[in-house]
């Protein structure tokens, strides 16, 4: 058992001091051990288990399917692979919008039990303003998301950009310094036009993290399989990729299939073999067939 607190070099606090600085804050969400890892060593600051796991690792067609347990499974494995990024777990569907007890409850499985550092939870209202507050209360950090929120897919009628005028983006600027006021440490800004995010960047205290909200947020979060150019079911205009993945993938899988196959693999420097004294006894050996 490691008797070492779970403190990592970025914190909230750093979060807070690069918004003060003008420091851009980098993020970027992560589902398993070594994508964590590797994510962590090239010195991310932000690893966000989202709750896209449920579309891009579990193949799911929206967020809403994934489940506590799924959550706090691989907020676990994420965990193993991170020393240096603040690692903020996203409640589930349903996790923290019954009520109070529960969402606290919920939030703090994420700490005790998977090793993350902060939660996200979606929304503006009074009710998950109050849950906020109650989880900053209990020594759970949150981070605030607004604008398009994927567990309202259904009441936003689609994936469609939100904050398109001005009253939209006053009622998103009000959202987020209630969220502020409740204690959240940042807020993530999902599809809004850069405009409002510029405006609600500036209007608040806390650092903002754009995610299709433009140039002007405190930071900037992607889904690592959309960078990556592994999750191919669709590409949010937003999401710049670095790498095709996909098709390095499949070019890997059917050459180890060709070789299977040509018997070119496995090949005498792949395999393990018997010493000679035991080459030899296999020789003499007689096998009653
Ligand atoms: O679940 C997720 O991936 C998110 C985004 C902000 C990246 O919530």
Same mark, same amino acid.
């Given at each position: %058992?490691?008797? =070492?607190?779970?403190?990592?070099?970025?914190?909230?606090?750093?979060?807070? =001091?690069?918004?003060?600085?003008?420091?851009?804050?980098?993020?970027? &969400?992560?589902?398993?051990?070594? &994508?964590?890892? /590797?994510?962590?060593?090239?010195?991310?600051?932000?690893? $966000?288990?989202?709750?896209? $796991?449920?579309?891009?690792?579990?193949?799911?067609?929206?967020?809403?399917?994934?489940? %506590?347990?799924? %959550?706090?499974?691989?907020?676990?494995?994420?965990?193993?692979?991170? =020393?240096?990024?603040? @690692?903020?777990?996203? %409640?589930?569907?349903?996790?923290?919008? @019954?009520?109070? #007890?529960?969402?606290?409850?919920?939030?703090?499985?994420?700490?005790?039990?998977?090793?993350?550092?902060?939660?996200? +939870?979606?929304?503006?209202?009074?009710?998950?303003?109050? &849950?906020?507050?109650?989880?900053?209360?209990?020594?759970?950090?949150? $981070?605030?998301?607004?604008? /398009?929120?994927?567990? /309202?897919?259904?009441? +936003?009628?689609?994936?469609?950009?939100?904050?398109?005028?001005?009253?939209?983006?006053?009622?998103?600027?009000?959202?987020?310094?209630?969220?502020?006021?409740?204690?959240?440490?940042?807020?993530? +800004?999902?599809?809004?036009?850069?405009? #409002? *995010?510029?405006?609600?960047?500036? #209007?608040?205290?806390?650092? &903002?993290?754009?995610?299709?909200?433009?140039?002007?947020?405190?930071?900037? @979060? !992607?889904?690592?399989?959309?960078? !990556?150019?592994?999750?191919?079911?669709?590409?949010?205009? /937003? *999401?710049?990729?670095?790498?095709?993945?996909?098709?390095?993938?499949?070019? *890997?899988?059917?050459?180890?299939?060709?070789?299977?196959? #040509?018997?070119?693999?496995?090949?005498?420097?792949?395999?393990?073999?018997?010493?000679?004294?035991?080459?030899?006894? !296999?020789?003499?050996?007689? @096998?009653?067939?």
């Amino acid at each position: %058992m490691s008797l =070492k607190p779970n403190i990592k070099p970025f914190t909230i606090i750093t979060c807070q =001091k690069y918004k003060n600085e003008g420091r851009k804050i980098t993020c970027l &969400t992560a589902y398993d051990y070594s &994508t964590a890892k /590797f994510i962590d060593e090239s010195g991310i600051d932000i690893i $966000l288990v989202g709750d896209s $796991l449920s579309m891009v690792a579990l193949g799911h067609s929206t967020t809403h399917s994934v489940t %506590m347990d799924e %959550m706090i499974h691989h907020t676990k494995a994420v965990a193993r692979g991170v =020393k240096n990024s603040l @690692i903020v777990a996203d %409640m589930p569907f349903m996790s923290y919008q @019954i009520d109070e #007890s529960t969402a606290v409850n919920n939030a703090g499985r994420f700490l005790k039990e998977a090793n993350a550092q902060a939660v996200k +939870l979606e929304g503006g209202s009074k009710r998950i303003t109050d &849950t906020v507050k109650h989880c900053v209360e209990a020594g759970i950090p949150v $981070l605030g998301h607004l604008g /398009f929120t994927p567990q /309202f897919l259904y009441t +936003l009628g689609g994936y469609n950009i939100q904050g398109k005028n001005v009253e939209a983006t006053e009622q998103i600027l009000e959202q987020a310094l209630a969220l502020q006021e409740s204690g959240a440490f940042g807020v993530v +800004l999902e599809m809004i036009p850069e405009e #409002s *995010a510029k405006l609600i960047t500036e #209007s608040l205290s806390i650092p &903002t993290i754009g995610i299709g909200a433009g140039r002007f947020c405190s930071g900037q @979060i !992607l889904v690592i399989d959309d960078i !990556l150019g592994k999750f191919t079911d669709f590409t949010p205009k /937003f *999401a710049r990729k670095y790498v095709d993945l996909a098709s390095i993938i499949k070019k *890997a899988v059917s050459e180890y299939k060709e070789d299977i196959i #040509s018997g070119d693999f496995p090949s005498a420097s792949e395999v393990f073999n018997l010493g000679d004294e035991e080459l030899i006894k !296999l020789a003499n050996l007689d @096998i009653k067939k």
